[in-house]
């Protein structure tokens, strides 16, 4: 299931009355737990996330005998039904990686999220129990899951996109070097082969190379990225790099859009096309798209549409509506 309709379908399921738990699967760094926080966010609800296999049994209650019955002593953050965090505003209790939980923990998430308690206290009405985890098959450390706890749940592959992922990265600050390249390069986003000790994925790309990027000395980028997203996918990078550094300043294309260079060569397009995208705004979009007209077809389409997806005011221009007028044999 791709990003927007598993967010879609967790949004839907959330504020529907049913109550039954779910739980995201994927390989490592694809954004499973971006993805239960972006619909906390984008339903303003409260969110707590515990990390599952790195939680002593304990953590879900601690057996106290001060009183004639045995009785558990729940954790500060358990939602509680009656506790602070039954209010007005529903919220999200995440569970990461558990997958990776042992036994006795998968137990007892069992139970919650089948009989919304733990330990005879139940979780308040309004918040939805979410999970993620690994495959076996990734070599993530993930266990084989209980039986009777996968019969409890929902459970939702992630599929990765590169489309999906180019829209997340233009609206959360990811370089355009680093967008443009994974649109010229797309099965480097996820390139993960668990016998490898390091491997691109969506998180890396996101979280290690383009806060890198002018930050560390040039001479040790290669490395740095290697580190990252392995050695294939970074020498590649490196490359493209060579070709976005020695563009024309975008800014200057966009002074003369008529008249100035189109280039030829394709890793050229996707790079200027990503840089003149993050530049675009309502007072030169008209620009952009005169230059746009200029490009091949597939190029005009994807410059326009990485700067729509950054900057939604875009959709009310009038340059627009005569660019998809003439485009729209490429568009549909």
């Not at 739980?23 to 490592?28: A, E, K, N, S, T």
């Not at 045995?70 to 506790?83: E, M, V």
Request: hydrophobic share 40%; proline share 8%.
């Amino acid at each position: 299931m791709r990003a927007p309709l598993l967010i879609d379908t967790l949004r839907s399921l959330i504020k529907s009355e049913v109550k039954s738990s779910a739980v995201i699967v994927g390989p490592p760094g694809v954004g499973k737990t971006s993805i239960v926080k972006q619909v906390a966010k984008e339903l303003n609800y409260q969110y707590i996330q515990r990390h599952l296999p790195t939680m002593p049994v304990e953590d879900l209650g601690v057996p106290m005998v001060d009183k004639p019955m045995l009785y558990y002593k729940l954790p500060d953050w358990f939602p509680a039904k009656g506790s602070k965090y039954d209010n007005d505003t529903p919220g999200i209790l995440c569970f990461d990686d558990r997958n990776q939980a042992g036994n006795d923990l998968q137990k007892a998430l069992a139970n919650l999220v089948q009989e919304r308690e733990l330990h005879g206290v139940p979780i308040a009405d309004n918040w939805y129990i979410l999970s993620t985890g690994n495959r076996q098959e990734d070599r993530a450390g993930a266990n084989r899951v209980l039986s009777h706890l996968a019969d409890r749940e929902y459970e939702f592959p992630l599929d990765i996109h590169h489309t999906d992922w180019t829209q997340w990265a233009g609206e959360n600050g990811v370089r355009p070097e680093v967008i443009s390249f994974i649109n010229f390069k797309t099965a480097l986003l996820n390139d993960f082969d668990p016998q490898r000790t390091k491997n691109a994925t969506p998180r890396g790309w996101a979280e290690r190379v383009s806060p890198a990027l002018d930050v560390v000395p040039k001479e040790a980028e290669r490395e740095v990225f290697m580190g990252a997203v392995g050695e294939g996918p970074a020498t590649e990078f490196i490359g493209f790099l060579k070709i976005a550094r020695k563009l024309p300043n975008p800014d200057v294309v966009l002074m003369n859009p008529k008249t100035a260079d189109v280039p030829t060569d394709p890793a050229t397009l996707y790079a200027l096309a990503g840089s003149i995208s993050m530049r675009a705004s309502v007072s030169n979009f008209e620009r952009v798209v005169q230059y746009a007209e200029r490009m091949p077809p597939e190029f005009s389409v994807l410059m326009v549409s990485m700067a729509l997806r950054r900057d939604k005011e875009l959709h009310n221009t009038a340059a627009l509506n005569g660019w998809v007028v003439k485009h729209h044999d490429v568009l549909f």
